[in-house]
């Protein structure tokens, strides 16, 4: 429960009034305004059926809204579903509500907003139509699917007796004991529930028998919107609040006190019989099933409204969790969509490293020659279908965490050798693994030790795209007739099955839950890394919102570590008991102490792991020690606790990963490595039925100890890339959310669409993106005018001049600059400057380099930079690389010829325009240095001489026109 603010709310207007420039706006797009404060736009499809009504709902559209809070969510009041129902019902005649169901809350963001739809169908037999309410965060692409459903229902055409309904409330105040409603809102306190002004509008209430009655009004800065809509839902929510005074609701009891957490669930045959109240008289009755119904009037006593009967039902914290928007486009897994691959066969392959041999006898009907390591590679004079490096399983030990170690170190040596190998070319080398990533769902990951195999090669791509594909196979016999087909596909991974093919995509997490056993606030709950900065904010946060009353932070230093006794000061004050160890995570003696000690107390309950630690570079730059580092928090640790605590009792077993396993993230293979380790054991826990759920988070916004090198130009670059750093509060909510999600793994990082969009258009896209970014790509200008889609460079330097050429590629080279620097504009990089000087280092050499290759169309090494160190070395290395398409250019010329040609038949000349034509004509002609030749071949036209006619018979018989 969040307290209200200390602070009066502002008084203000909630909403822009309707102009008629607004509306000429909505009209010039094809639309009708709806002119209502929730719905903006009408639109009647155009079969005549029925209607489509839209609309916008934010903090900053609507700031009322964010005073109607539930355990300390904005979730839109019920009764503003019934206000809409109402307006879109008043367009088709339908003036009563026959039922209405909402299925699932409407949250809204602390920032940014949600579109919204809400459909009216055609009528039936009986005039009744359908109406369905569904919601979109805005920032996402409006086709990817993921509208979310919150209301059905049903609307009936008006009736006779909507404005007489034979009942009034004119006698007041009513007979009965009255109810201290001040009472009741200090009560609300006690709840889920948070009113903020606007909703606080429960003036005086009286219990009368089974009744409740209730006199109800709007603050005085909101009267003035009153008339906008059929009945205020803040104010036709006072009248909600009212159940709560009479034992209306299950667990309100008797006294002046609100439900625990109640919302709205079903209401049917509602009638709105007059519009625009700001205060209200209102009576409540017990119906017969159960329910509520309402009358309500206006404060002489004649009707404003009819509920027939509402029924309300508990929202529990899982169920608010689901509906949040802020999960929903936040929470990401990864799916695996089946790709259609044309067989082909595989006849000639080179195949390098230890397994080679085992490899190529199982492919019968291949050619294939053996290399030990990459750095043997040669092409021989035929060439290859494929270069492959198998990682298959076996021969590395019993002891899971030095295999993967040991597994990722070899491979980074094999990566680093094809890197630097002249042999390869523009082949990508395939690398293949098997059983290393889960494909169908709960799977298991039968070889655990090669997980993070694939998050090296995921960074390993971000930083050479193209130079790296990886498969995972069940069955080496099945890459004969795929590899082919996979290689002209443009993927960078699958996953072989059944002989079928099947690639990563990013996906929504699903909006459902699952049944699980929420994090047991008596149990003891174990948090590595706890004294760091997220391992402390995700302590407080396991104190103050779940209740956990004991937990055990490790870290390295223990109580010596810096803010360590503060953290746990301020733990204590909020009410836990905390205990600060000292324990290095990767030492399995040290671990199993420690388990012990806690089990002697209290049992163990939960763990999570948010131990880590980060040594960033280029994948060419890394050693097996720099490795070996950044691996041994992550993966060791992970291991020992899973296996210690295999037997324990545990609600959950939370691993902090990253979406840098997941996606790959230039400069950070080895934490990549890590993390998808991390992702892996999460899947293998679950399928043998123990609880596991990974995290892979983006960037936060707080700075951390590992994260706290990053400057403002680091981030803003994560930000262009079109994943931004998440808030602090936001990350735990997500955290939250995630928790009662059905996933093994989870990435948690908000996705900006159109800053990937932009990013995809100028540097590429992975292909594991490609469902969050929809549509075609236009050309677009980049911050620093850089071309992020268009002609080629070669054919824009075709038919230029030398000095026009050298221009052009040095303002191409200046836009991809100041696009990678964040600058606004081109002009402000100096071509002389040395890219060390203008802030370049390794990770943004990698992206200027990546964007140069797609606009260029040259391969540019990583080193692109330190080789060329100032942006006009490099503008003079792409000038002498990109040859102009002299071709593009001729062809060019003969299409303005065929212009000029199809002039000449349909324009009847005189002599003096056709003379000054001809003129024009033998001037371009001699340019050329061969002789005119007449039709027949036999007579030479010196161009000087040759008469009018003459010139006009050439381009005749050139181009077929008499």
Known sequence: M??????????????????????????????????????????????????????????????????????????????AYVEMAVRAGDQVGCGRIDELTLLAPLVLPERGAVRIQLSVGGPDEAGRRPLNLYSHPEHGAAGDGDWRQHATGSLLPDQADDHDPGWDLSVWPPDGEQVDTEEFYRRASDTVFEYGPVFTGLRSAWRHEADVFAELALPEEAVGDAGRFGVHPALFDAALQAMGIGGLLPGSGNGAGPSQGNLPFSWSDVTLHAAGASSLRVRLTRAESGGVSFAVADDTGRPVATVGELIMRPLSTEQLLSAQHADQDSLFRLRWAPLPVPPSKLDRVAILGADAPALASALPGTTSRTFIDTASFTHDGEGYDAVLLPCLPGGTGSDVAES??????????????????????????????????AAHGDTDVDDLSAAPIW???RSAQAEHPGSFLVVDVDDPGGLTRLVPG???????????????????????????????????????????????????????????????????????????????????????????????????????????????????????????????????GIVESLSPERLDA??????????????????????????????AGLLGSAG??????????????????????????????????????????????????????GMPPMPTDQ????????????????????????????????????????????GRAR?????????????????????????????????????????????????????????????????????????????????????????????????????????????????????????????????????????RFASRLRGLLAHGSEPVEDNGGGRSADLDTATDEEIFDFIGNEFGIS
């Open 2 to 79: 969040t307290d209200l603010p200390t602070y009066p709310f502002q008084h203000q207007r909630y909403w822009l009034m309707p102009t008629e420039s607004s509306s000429r706006d909505v009209a010039a797009a094809g639309l009708d305004a709806a002119d209502h404060p929730l719905l903006a736009t009408a639109v009647p499809f155009a079969d005549g059926a029925g209607w489509l009504f839209t609309g916008r709902l934010s903090v900053d559209a609507q700031p009322w809204l964010a005073q109607h809070r539930v355990a300390g969510a904005i979730v839109l009041p019920g009764t």
């Open 404 to 437: 993967a170690r040991h597994r990722a170190a070899r491979l980074l040596t094999d990566v680093r050798q094809w890197l630097a190998s002249e042999q390869r070319g523009d082949t990508p080398l395939v690398v293949l693994t098997r059983g290393a990533v």
């Open 455 to 457: 998050g090296l090669l």
């Open 486 to 616: 996979l290689l002209d596909s443009g993927e960078t991974q699958a996953a072989i099955r059944d002989d079928a093919v099947y690639v990563p995509r990013l996906a929504r997490a699903a909006g459902t839950t699952r049944d699980h056993r929420a994090i047991d606030p008596e149990g003891t709950v174990l948090v590595t890394g706890g004294t760091g900065t997220l391992g402390g904010l995700l302590a407080r946060h396991l104190v103050a919102e779940h209740g956990v009353r004991h937990l055990v932070l490790t870290s390295r230093q223990g109580p010596r570590a810096e803010g360590a006794e503060a953290l746990r000061a301020e733990l204590v004050e909020a009410g836990a008991e905390v205990t600060v160890a000292a324990c290095d995570v990767t030492d399995r003696t040290a671990v199993e102490r420690l388990l012990d000690r806690i089990a002697a107390v209290r049992p163990l309950t939960a763990i999570v792991h948010a131990a880590g630690a980060l040594d960033d």
């Open 630 to 659: 950044v691996l041994r928090p992550k993966i060791d640790a992970a291991v020992i606790l899973h296996e210690l605590s295999r037997d324990a009792d545990l609600s959950a077993f939370v691993l902090f990963s990253s979406a």
């Open 668 to 721: 950070q293979a080895n934490y990549a490595a890590a993390n998808a380790f991390l992702d892996a054991l999460a899947h293998h826990r679950r399928a043998h039925g123990l609880p596991a759920i990974s995290l892979a988070w983006g960037l936060w916004a707080q700075p951390s100890g590992m994260t706290g090198h990053l400057d403002d130009a680091s981030r803003a670059r994560m930000s262009r890339q």
């Open 731 to 774: 990350a735990l909510t997500r955290f939250d959310a995630a928790l009662g999600r059905d996933e093994p793994v989870l990435a948690v990082l908000p996705v900006d669409t159109e800053a990937l969009r932009t990013a995809a258009e100028s540097q590429g896209l992975s292909p594991l993106l490609g469902d969050l970014v929809r």
């Open 779 to 915: 050309r677009t200008v980049e911050a620093g005018g850089a071309p992020s889609t268009g002609p080629s460079l070669a054919r824009r330097l075709a038919g230029l001049t030398d000095s026009q050429r050298d221009h052009v590629v040095s303002d191409v080279v200046r836009a991809h600059v100041a696009a990678v620097l964040g600058h606004a504009s081109a002009q402000s990089i100096d071509p002389e400057r040395a890219f060390t000087e203008l802030g370049f280092d390794s990770l943004t050499a990698v992206e200027l380099r990546n964007r140069l290759t797609t606009a260029t169309g040259l391969r540019l090494p990583a080193t692109l930079t330190f080789d060329h160190p100032t942006p006009a070395a490099l503008a003079a290395r792409i000038r002498a690389g990109v040859v102009p398409d002299e071709k593009l250019a001729v062809d060019a010329l003969f299409k303005d010829l065929d212009r000029v040609a199809s002039g000449l038949t349909s324009i009847e000349l005189d002599d003096l325009t056709r003379s």
